[in-house]
């Protein structure tokens, strides 16, 4: 979501992750999968679309957490 993407990005703009995984396996249920993981973003605050509520931090870092079961 840039504000000016004369290049959508390409070339001049990178983002970068970092993924914790775990499995968790459950007799006769199946396996549960915890991952955590941090993803960042090198576009600038200035390039960024505003949206509403949340004004120009959707180019920031995040934190995210996900569970999964597999039966």
Same mark, same amino acid.
């Given at each position: 979501? +840039?504000?000016?993407?004369?290049n959508?990005? =390409? ?5 970068w ?5 775990? !499995? ?11 991952? +955590? ?6 576009? =600038?605050h ?10 120009? !931090? ?14």
């Amino acid at each position: 979501m +840039l504000q000016r993407p004369a290049n959508f990005g =390409a070339g001049n703009d990178s983002w970068w992750g970092v993924n914790l995984t775990r !499995d968790f396996t459950i007799e006769a249920m199946g396996t549960l999968t915890a991952t +955590l993981s941090y993803v960042q973003t090198s576009i =600038a605050h200035d390039h960024c679309v505003p949206i509403a509520g949340r004004g120009q !931090d959707i180019c920031g870092a995040r934190a995210l957490a996900s569970l999964g079961f597999r039966f």
